[in-house]
């Protein structure tokens, strides 16, 4: 068989894949880099994670928990809650039953959002933490998540936002240039998130946190792209960014290299009666 004909072949397997194939692929493909990525291993949103220590849950759910890393930490600190986790990609489910083997306090499932939980328990805390943005059909699965919840159930959210439309345009930009950009099904604002939740049956709490990351565009890129011109495509698409973007996102540049400004909203909600 040709090359061509092999590259045609790959086009057309990548074309048919479902979402929630490509998330799984490309989350495997990940895994390992995702554990000691700063950005996602940020000690100041654990912390705030731990919060939920003292409010002593006897339940509690994480949805989309990659390699297990939070499940450990509350988990190892609530010996007598039970945690069930659930993960999409089969390689991301057995990094976090690897991880959370000698805690006898966690489960977790491979599958998809609520799917693979065969008896709905209500939950005193619901987690999902960066990956909101991946969920297709996103309001009935937060309606689904509803039913396993109890009226006082806490569901705690972290997640990256844009200031504004015009930044989120900006990076859904950026992302088509660096990754596989389609495996993303949003790119949030903070109010669509509070808009997404509401129509879903969810009180958002109005208080929130907010987590300001500064990541080195080059070095997400050096994780991102194997293409040297392709991580200059990048580079040279964020230092073009108009004055309004740079001033938004915090764009800097320096002789390391250059520079912007993440933004992690954290906020939790209780469901409507
Ligand atoms: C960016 S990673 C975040 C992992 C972890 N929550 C963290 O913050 O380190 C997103 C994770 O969501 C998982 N995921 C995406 N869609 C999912 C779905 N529909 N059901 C379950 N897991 C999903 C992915 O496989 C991946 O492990």
Sequence with gaps: MNRLRLHLLDEFDLQTESHEDAVSRYYGKWSESLSTATWYNDERVFRWLDQIVPLRPQRVLELCCGSGAILHRLASRL?????????????????????????????VFHGDWLSPLCAARPYDVVLVKN????????????????????????????????????????????????????????YFIKSQIKRILEEAGWTPSRDTRRVDQLISVNRWLNFKMDSPSGRRRAIDFVSRAPRQ???????????QGVFMLRRQLMLFAFPRA
Excluded at 80 to 107: K, W, Y
Excluded at 245 to 255: C, H, L, P, V, Y
């Design 79 to 107: 010996p007598n809650a039970t945690f069930d986790g659930v993960d999409i990609c089969e390689t991301m489910f057995l990094r976090a039953s690897h991880q959370c083997a000698s805690l006898p306090n966690v489960r």
């Design 131 to 186: 990956s909101l943005h991946l969920i297709r059909n996103l309001h009935d699965k937060l309606v689904e998540l509803r039913k396993v919840c109890h009226p006082t159930t806490r569901l705690v959210l972290v997640e990256t936002v844009s200031p504004s439309s015009r930044s989120r345009s900006f990076v859904q930009n950026l992302f088509k240039i660096v990754d596989e950009h389609h495996v993303k099904s949003h």
């Design 245 to 255: 973007i740079r001033e938004e996102m915090n764009i800097s540049s320096n002789e």
